[in-house]
Each structure stands twice: as structure tokens, then as C-alpha cells.
């Protein structure tokens, strides 16, 4: 009975993992010189909710294994991130932030230690497809409207937005301004990003010989509407990720090798995003020069707050402090890359932690012969793409468990009995 009702909490978290809807708690704290700061609300959002009835009902459940080296490199993750709690000057989105992050911790070790991904993958990729394919829906309607559909948040979290509203994303396409599509998410990017994710799972069932009608429709109407949301980004860890699969697919070892090669070569070459902003035109599109601005600020943050650094949560609450002059309170974002972003943060040890525990995962799954933790693998792999260019994973709360739930998954291979 414990086993059910903890399946279906699960299922139906994996089915509202792209909601947006939550109640918002605005404090001092939120605010950065009478300039509200979205990222330092805290927010009880509705899959949060479900987290905590999830680790209620695993708590009672007897059939749970907590074995193997997995929960020591989650423990250390989360104890590193204490001194930065401490020091944080914005003590109540910092502390709201840890809170977060360790219900996520705690939805990776509820999976690591009783859900059988072998057996139940393609379960939660068929969940997934569903709300893909509602989520594509949606974004058609956006897309012809050029804005919210509802108009209402309490539709699922749907951001009310149209072409008019201040700060909302825009592009050019043929000459005519557009909006790009949103769907429940708080910007394209993060739309684009869970397609990323979803579209790749999709598309490795498919390739594997599963050739559900489910699956087809939730991948065509996916990619389409990846399109319109257009981020390059996203984009370009999809098509990676496509790479990949089949580069493991058909050479193994070596196309694990190119894949890592690749991956982590255009990891570092983000980090040197200050140093190619001196150079081109390409650098006076405001997005770009913007993002080099705040990762430049970021090198300079950590310079003065390496161990520990500012804070969990409290980037956009001083990056002001290192901005060149020129830059307005408004175009303050966190920086766009989460491994700066974390490390400027939580300084130096936390960063490591969480490098530890990333490297402990991706290299257990290599000991793993093709097919679920291939693709789990390369999913890590889209992730640092991802991450190398945007902050979201760190930022937004549909893709922190995401992230979450793919590190669940990967860890159930890091178990000393795990079945292959």
C-alpha cells in the first residue's frame, strides 16, 4: 500500500513538473534598492507540496536501501553549503534557497534508494511525453495570440504576457517583431530548456524500438515548438545530445570519449566569455555583452569571497557592487552560467562538493553497459551544455528537479546491488 500511494505521488510530480503555480512570499530581503528581485522570493510552489508528501509516505516505507557510497557525496554536497548560509547578508532568500535545495537532495535519495528505473523509465518518459504534448498545445495557441493564452497564473502558472508587457522577451523574424513562446515557464529559455531534456528521453525510446504513437506525436509537436521558443542554447544541447546517443550507440568508448571531449571543451570555453566580449560585433547584442558583464562580475565576486563566497541565493543582491557603471538595476540577473554562478555563491568548497558528487555520478554510469544510463549520462552531459550558457537549473524550480530527477536515476546505478 506504501509502495502505491508513493508511485503515484511520484508519477504525478514527474506529470506538474512543468507548473508554475506557487504562493509567493515577498519580504525585505526581496528586495535590492526598491528593485523587487523575482529570484529571492520565497515560494511554496505546488510540486514542492508533493515532494514533502512524497518524503512523508518513503519515510514509512520499509523497502527503501540506503546502501552504497551515494548518500555520503549527498551529505557532503549539502554540509559545504552551511558556511555560505552563515555569512549569507540576506539571510532569509539564502536560507529559503538551502530549504530547496535539500527537498531536491531528498527527491534524489528517495529515488536512488526505492524506484527501479530499469523497470519504470519508460513510464516516466510516457508521463512526460503527455505533458509535452499539452505543453506544445498551449504554445501554438501563445504563438498565433502572441501572448498568454488564459491571461490567468492561476491556469497552471501561465505567465500573463503579450507583446506590450514591459521586459518580455522579443525577437525578429522576418522583419516583424515576435514573442517567443513561454508555456508555463517564466521565459523561453526555461521552456526550451525542459524540452531539451524531454525531447532527448523521447527520442532515445524511440530509437531503441519503441515505437509508441505516443512518442512520435510528443516528439514532432515537442521539436516544433522548441522552434518558437528560440534559444539557441536549448537547441544546440538537443541536437548534442542526438550526437551523442548515437556516437555511444555505435562506437562506445570512443564516442563517450568525443562526447566528454566536446562537452568539456565547450564548458571551459564558456568560462572565457569575459575574454571574447573584447572582441567582434557580435558583442554589442545587448544579451551577449550583459551576460559577459555579469560573469565578469562574477570572477571579480570571487576574488573577494573565494572559501565561501557571498551567499547562497544572494548573487543578484551584490552583484551590483562589481557591475561596470554603465549597467542598470534592471538588467541584474544571476550570472548565466550555474558552475560561476554556484561557486560565486558558495565558494570554494561547496563548488568542489558539488563536483565531486557530479563526477561520482557521470562515471559511475560509464561502468554501465548501453541503454538507460547511457542516456541518463548523456542528459548529465546536456545539462553542463546548458548550464555553461544559462542559469536556470540553479534559478528556476521546474528545472532544479529536473536536474534532481535525472541525479536520482543516475545514482540508483551507484549502489553496491544495483541490477543491470
Given at each position: 500500500?506504501?509502495?502505491?500511494?508513493?508511485?503515484?505521488?511520484?508519477?504525478?510530480?514527474?506529470?506538474?513538473?512543468?507548473?508554475?503555480?506557487?504562493?509567493?512570499?515577498?519580504?525585505?530581503?526581496?528586495?535590492?534598492?526598491?528593485y523587487l528581485i523575482d529570484y529571492m522570493v520565497p515560494t511554496i510552489w505546488l510540486t514542492d507540496l508533493l515532494l514533502v508528501a512524497l518524503l512523508f509516505v518513503w519515510f514509512f516505507n520499509k523497502e527503501k536501501n540506503i546502501r552504497g557510497k551515494?548518500?555520503?557525496?549527498?551529505?557532503?554536497?549539502?554540509?559545504?553549503?552551511?558556511?555560505?548560509?552563515?555569512?549569507?547578508?540576506?539571510?532569509?532568500?539564502?536560507?529559503?534557497?538551502?530549504?530547496?535545495?535539500?527537498?531536491?537532495?531528498?527527491?534524489?535519495?528517495?529515488?536512488?534508494?526505492?524506484?527501479?528505473?530499469?523497470?519504470?523509465?519508460?513510464?516516466?518518459?510516457?508521463?512526460?511525453?503527455?505533458?509535452?504534448?499539452?505543453?506544445?498545445?498551449?504554445?501554438?495557441?501563445?504563438?498565433?495570440?502572441?501572448?498568454?493564452?488564459?491571461?490567468?497564473?492561476?491556469?497552471?502558472?501561465?505567465?500573463?504576457?503579450?507583446?506590450?508587457?514591459?521586459?518580455?522577451?522579443?525577437?525578429?523574424?522576418?522583419?516583424?517583431?515576435?514573442?517567443?513562446?513561454?508555456?508555463?515557464?517564466?521565459?523561453?529559455?526555461?521552456?526550451?530548456?525542459?524540452?531539451?531534456?524531454?525531447?532527448?528521453?523521447?527520442?532515445?525510446?524511440?530509437?531503441?524500438?519503441?515505437?509508441?504513437?505516443?512518442?512520435?506525436?510528443?516528439?514532432?509537436?515537442?521539436?516544433?515548438?522548441?522552434?518558437?521558443?528560440?534559444?539557441?542554447?536549448?537547441?544546440?544541447?538537443?541536437?548534442?545530445?542526438?550526437?551523442?546517443?548515437?556516437?555511444?550507440?555505435?562506437?562506445?568508448?570512443?564516442?563517450?570519449?568525443?562526447?566528454?571531449?566536446?562537452?568539456?571543451?565547450?564548458?571551459?570555453?564558456?568560462?572565457?566569455?569575459?575574454?571574447?566580449?573584447?572582441?567582434?560585433?557580435?558583442?554589442?547584442?545587448?544579451?551577449?555583452?550583459?551576460?559577459?558583464?555579469?560573469?565578469?562580475?562574477?570572477?571579480?565576486?570571487?576574488?573577494?569571497?573565494?572559501?565561501?563566497?557571498?551567499?547562497?541565493?544572494?548573487?543578484?543582491?551584490?552583484?551590483?557592487?562589481?557591475?561596470?557603471?554603465?549597467?542598470?538595476?534592471?538588467?541584474?540577473?544571476?550570472?548565466?552560467?550555474?558552475?560561476?554562478?554556484?561557486?560565486?555563491?558558495?565558494?570554494?568548497?561547496?563548488?568542489?562538493?558539488?563536483?565531486?558528487?557530479?563526477?561520482?555520478?557521470?562515471?559511475?554510469?560509464?561502468?554501465?553497459?548501453?541503454?538507460?544510463?547511457?542516456?541518463?549520462?548523456?542528459?548529465?552531459?546536456?545539462?553542463?551544455?546548458?548550464?555553461?550558457?544559462?542559469?536556470?537549473?540553479?534559478?528556476?524550480?521546474?528545472?532544479?528537479?529536473?536536474?534532481?530527477?535525472?541525479?536520482?536515476?543516475?545514482?540508483?546505478?551507484?549502489?553496491?546491488?544495483?541490477?543491470?
Amino acid at each position: 500500500m506504501i509502495k502505491r500511494v508513493q508511485n503515484f505521488l511520484f508519477y504525478t510530480l514527474v506529470f506538474l513538473l512543468p507548473i508554475n503555480l506557487g504562493k509567493h512570499f515577498i519580504v525585505a530581503d526581496s528586495y535590492v534598492k526598491t528593485y523587487l528581485i523575482d529570484y529571492m522570493v520565497p515560494t511554496i510552489w505546488l510540486t514542492d507540496l508533493l515532494l514533502v508528501a512524497l518524503l512523508f509516505v518513503w519515510f514509512f516505507n520499509k523497502e527503501k536501501n540506503i546502501r552504497g557510497k551515494y548518500p555520503k557525496f549527498l551529505l557532503l554536497f549539502v554540509s559545504s553549503l552551511l558556511p555560505s548560509l552563515a555569512l549569507s547578508t540576506r539571510l532569509i532568500p539564502s536560507m529559503y534557497a538551502f530549504a530547496v535545495l535539500v527537498l531536491h537532495v531528498l527527491f534524489a535519495l528517495i529515488l536512488a534508494s526505492s524506484f527501479d528505473v530499469q523497470k519504470n523509465f519508460r513510464r516516466v518518459v510516457g508521463i512526460l511525453s503527455v505533458s509535452v504534448i499539452l505543453l506544445s498545445v498551449l504554445g501554438v495557441f501563445q504563438w498565433f495570440g502572441q501572448g498568454s493564452v488564459f491571461d490567468n497564473y492561476l491556469f497552471f502558472g501561465e505567465q500573463p504576457y503579450s507583446a506590450s508587457v514591459k521586459g518580455i522577451a522579443r525577437v525578429s523574424m522576418f522583419g516583424k517583431v515576435k514573442v517567443p513562446v513561454y508555456g508555463l515557464f517564466r521565459h523561453p529559455n526555461v521552456f526550451a530548456g525542459f524540452l531539451a531534456i524531454s525531447l532527448f528521453w523521447i527520442y532515445t525510446q524511440l530509437s531503441l524500438g519503441y515505437k509508441s504513437l505516443l512518442f512520435k506525436i510528443a516528439f514532432t509537436l515537442g521539436f516544433f515548438i522548441l522552434l518558437f521558443t528560440f534559444s539557441e542554447v536549448a537547441m544546440f544541447s538537443l541536437f548534442s545530445g542526438l550526437l551523442f546517443f548515437q556516437l555511444i550507440k555505435r562506437f562506445g568508448k570512443k564516442g563517450v570519449l568525443l562526447s566528454l571531449l566536446f562537452t568539456f571543451g565547450v564548458f571551459f570555453i564558456a568560462l572565457l566569455l569575459p575574454v571574447f566580449s573584447r572582441w567582434g560585433s557580435a558583442f554589442d547584442d545587448p544579451s551577449l555583452y550583459r551576460r559577459a558583464n555579469l560573469q565578469k562580475s562574477s570572477y571579480m565576486m570571487l576574488d573577494d569571497n573565494a572559501l565561501f563566497g557571498v551567499g547562497l541565493n544572494n548573487f543578484t543582491a551584490k552583484v551590483e557592487d562589481y557591475l561596470p557603471k554603465s549597467q542598470v538595476l534592471r538588467f541584474i540577473q544571476p550570472t548565466h552560467n550555474i558552475f560561476v554562478l554556484l561557486f560565486s555563491e558558495v565558494g570554494l568548497f561547496g563548488f568542489v562538493s558539488f563536483l565531486l558528487l557530479f563526477m561520482f555520478v557521470l562515471f559511475s554510469l560509464l561502468s554501465q553497459s548501453f541503454g538507460i544510463p547511457a542516456i541518463l549520462f548523456i542528459t548529465l552531459l546536456q545539462f553542463v551544455l546548458l548550464g555553461s550558457f544559462d542559469h536556470y537549473l540553479l534559478t528556476i524550480h521546474q528545472m532544479q528537479l529536473l536536474f534532481w530527477l535525472t541525479v536520482g536515476f543516475a545514482l540508483t546505478y551507484t549502489k553496491e546491488d544495483v541490477e543491470v
